[in-house]
T-cell receptor
Framework: EADIYQTPRYLVIGTGKKITLECSQT?????MYWYQQDPGMELHLIHY???????EKGDLSSESTVSRIRTEHFPLTLESARPSHTSQYLC??????????FGDGTRLSIL | AQSVTQPDIHITVSEGASLELRCNYS??????LFWYVQSPGQGLQLLLK??????LVQGIKGFEAEFKRSQSSFNLRKPSVHWSDAAEYFC????????????FGAGTILRVKS
C-alpha cells in the first residue's frame, strides 16, 4: 500500500488567510502532483514536480504555489484564500512509468 | 489534445449483477490507461492499469478491464457487484510525452441496490 499523507484533512477558514496544504510521501518517488477536484467533477492537474527544485504548472490555472525542497515533501500554498478556492485538493506521487498513488485529500472551505 | 470520456454519470445495479463501466479516450499513441475508485471523503485507489501486452487486465477487488484499440475504449467490468463497490470510478489516460501526467474522465457514480 502506498504511503502518501495529506494534512489537514478538512480546513474551514476565512477569506484573506494564508493557507498551506501539506503532502508527504515515504516511497522516495521523484514525481509528485497536486489535483483540484470540485464535487462530482473530474480531477484537474494544477501543479507537478519531477524532482527536487522542479515545479511546473498543470493544465488548470491556479492561484496557488508549490515548492519541492525535499523529495518527500510537496506543500501547496494559497497566499490569500478566497471563496473561489473552496474545493478538494488531492496530492499524488509516482515513480517513472508507474501509476500515481493518491493521498486522502484536503477538503478546503473558504468562508 | 488528450481526453477521456465516461458517458455514464450514474449507474445503478443490483447486488450480485454484472457491471460494465464505459471509458473512451482520445490519444495519438498507445496510451497508458488506468481505472481508479474513490469512496466518499477519500482519495483515489488504483484498481488496475494497462501499459502494454495482454489487452485484458485484472485488477483488485475482482475488477477487470479490456483495452480495445480499434474502439479507443477501456471498459471496466465486474461479474458480480457487492454493496461495498458503491463509489465513484474514474478512468484516466497517462500522457507519456508529459511525464505520464494523468488526464481524467468526469467519473461514474455507481450505486448498488440490495
Amino acid at each position: 500500500e502506498a504511503d502518501i499523507y495529506q494534512t489537514p484533512r478538512y480546513l474551514v477558514i476565512g477569506t484573506g488567510k494564508k493557507i498551506t496544504l501539506e503532502c508527504s510521501q515515504t516511497m522516495g518517488h521523484d514525481k509528485m502532483y497536486w489535483y483540484q477536484q470540485d464535487p462530482g467533477m473530474e480531477l484537474h492537474l494544477i501543479h507537478y514536480s519531477y524532482g527536487v527544485n522542479s515545479t511546473e504548472k498543470g493544465d488548470l490555472s491556479s492561484e496557488s504555489t508549490v515548492s519541492r525542497i525535499r523529495t518527500e515533501h510537496f506543500p501547496l500554498t494559497l497566499e490569500s484564500a478566497r471563496p473561489s478556492h473552496t474545493s478538494q485538493y488531492l496530492c499524488a506521487s509516482s515513480d517513472s512509468g508507474q501509476p500515481q498513488h493518491f493521498g486522502d485529500g484536503t477538503r478546503l472551505s473558504i468562508l | 489534445a488528450q481526453s477521456v470520456t465516461q458517458p455514464d454519470i450514474h449507474i445503478t445495479v443490483s447486488e450480485g449483477a454484472s457491471l460494465e463501466l464505459r471509458c473512451n479516450y482520445s490519444y495519438g499513441a498507445t496510451p497508458y490507461l488506468f481505472w481508479y475508485v474513490q469512496s466518499p471523503g477519500q482519495g483515489l485507489q488504483l484498481l488496475l492499469k494497462y501499459f502494454s501486452g495482454d489487452t485484458l487486465v485484472q485488477g483488485i477487488k475482482g475488477f477487470e478491464a479490456e483495452f480495445k484499440r480499434s474502439q479507443s475504449s477501456f471498459n471496466l467490468r465486474k461479474p458480480s457487484v457487492h454493496w461495498s463497490d458503491a463509489a465513484e470510478y474514474f478512468c484516466a489516460v497517462g500522457v507519456k510525452e508529459y511525464g505520464n501526467k494523468l488526464v481524467f474522465g468526469a467519473g461514474t457514480i455507481l450505486r448498488v441496490k440490495s
